[in-house]
């Protein structure tokens, strides 16, 4: 399959700012929200519905690509189901049992005093109110389905169709990419990313659905921002771990 000029161009321009532009805008904006975040009670929910906002158009693009583009259709970025309801229901179940063993480690380090593991990287991230749970709930949801559409199905499906790659090396290219959009994070946080995402695509490469993976990513990134131990400000203004872990 060799795409059409039009979806080449559109292709190389998501790829473009997936690769650069993406990243460099979230460390910008992470590095904004802890300087002002103790000042702007409303910097928080700005910078989640921009993120929100910016990854619902990258998707639309994803879709506007396959739209273009007549070798390509839904199913072939993933967006068809494939699994059994109990092999669906039966991962799900596994992965909350584990990610409830997470959060039961994670507070029992904060109540000893001791940062839970990986936090550092995603500190800011954590909501302090309920307004802010919201708006964490609501870039969970948003990142679990639109980054499986855009990093998972469509830039494995570009770099089969456009580039002639390998699905196994496409896939790598793209994971390449979903970890760049994760620079704020710093390296710690980006291994942690490049596993998951390690996970999620070989999830993808076995089942050919991105159901399983959206529903995954959301409730990974949902046990993530609202499930941790809750950080608070000292009277320095600097943010740690609440030793209760309550919000």
Same mark, same amino acid.
């Not at 990986?118 to 990142?143: D, N, Q």
């Given at each position: 399959?060799?795409?059409?000029?039009?979806?080449?161009?559109?292709?190389?321009?998501? $790829?473009?700012?997936?690769?650069? $532009?993406?990243?460099?805008?979230?460390?910008?904006?992470?590095?904004? %929200?802890?300087? #002002?975040?103790? %000042?702007? @009670?409303?910097?928080?929910?700005? /910078?989640?519905? *921009?993120?929100?906002?910016?990854?619902?158009?990258?998707?639309?693009?994803?879709?506007?690509? $396959?739209? $273009?583009?007549?070798?390509?259709?839904?199913?072939?970025?993933?967006?068809?189901?494939?699994? @059994?309801?109990?092999?669906?229901?039966?991962?799900?179940?596994?992965?909350?049992?584990?990610?409830?063993?997470?959060?039961?480690?994670?507070?029992?380090?904060?109540?000893?005093?001791?940062?839970?593991?990986?936090?550092?990287?995603?500190?800011?991230?954590?909501?302090?109110?309920?307004?802010?749970?919201?708006?964490?709930?609501?870039?969970?949801? #948003?990142? &679990?389905?639109?980054?499986?559409?855009?990093?998972?199905?469509?830039?494995?499906?570009?770099? #089969?169709?456009?580039?002639?790659?390998?699905?196994?090396?496409?896939?790598?290219?793209?994971?390449?990419? *979903?970890?760049? &959009?994760?620079?704020?994070?710093?390296?710690? &946080? /980006?291994?942690?990313?490049?596993?998951?995402?390690?996970?999620?695509?070989?999830?993808?490469?076995?089942?050919?659905?991105?159901?399983?993976?959206?529903?995954?990513?959301?409730?990974?990134?949902?046990?993530?921002?609202?499930?941790? @131990? +809750? @950080?608070?400000?000292?009277?320095?203004?600097?943010?740690?771990? +609440?030793?209760?872990?309550?919000?």
């Amino acid at each position: 399959m060799s795409f059409t000029p039009l979806a080449l161009v559109l292709s190389a321009v998501l $790829v473009g700012y997936l690769a650069v $532009v993406s990243p460099l805008l979230g460390k910008r904006a992470y590095d904004r %929200l802890a300087r #002002t975040r103790d %000042l702007d @009670p409303t910097a928080y929910r700005r /910078m989640f519905a *921009f993120w929100c906002a910016e990854l619902w158009v990258l998707a639309a693009v994803a879709l506007l690509i $396959v739209a $273009v583009e007549p070798g390509l259709d839904a199913a072939g970025i993933g967006l068809v189901v494939k699994e @059994p309801p109990s092999e669906i229901i039966g991962m799900i179940i596994g992965f909350l049992v584990a990610a409830t063993f997470s959060v039961l480690v994670f507070r029992r380090s904060a109540a000893r005093g001791g940062a839970a593991p990986g936090l550092e990287a995603v500190v800011h991230l954590l909501p302090r109110t309920t307004a802010e749970r919201w708006y964490a709930a609501g870039l969970s949801v #948003t990142a &679990g389905v639109t980054e499986e559409i855009v990093y998972r199905g469509l830039l494995i499906a570009v770099g #089969t169709g456009a580039l002639g790659l390998s699905e196994e090396v496409a896939a790598l290219a793209a994971l390449t990419v *979903f970890v760049a &959009g994760h620079f704020y994070q710093g390296w710690r &946080g /980006m291994f942690t990313v490049t596993l998951i995402g390690f996970a999620l695509t070989a999830l993808y490469l076995r089942t050919g659905s991105l159901l399983l993976p959206i529903l995954l990513h959301a409730l990974i990134d949902l046990r993530g921002l609202l499930l941790s @131990p +809750n @950080p608070r400000r000292e009277p320095a203004g600097e943010p740690v771990v +609440n030793p209760a872990g309550t919000r």
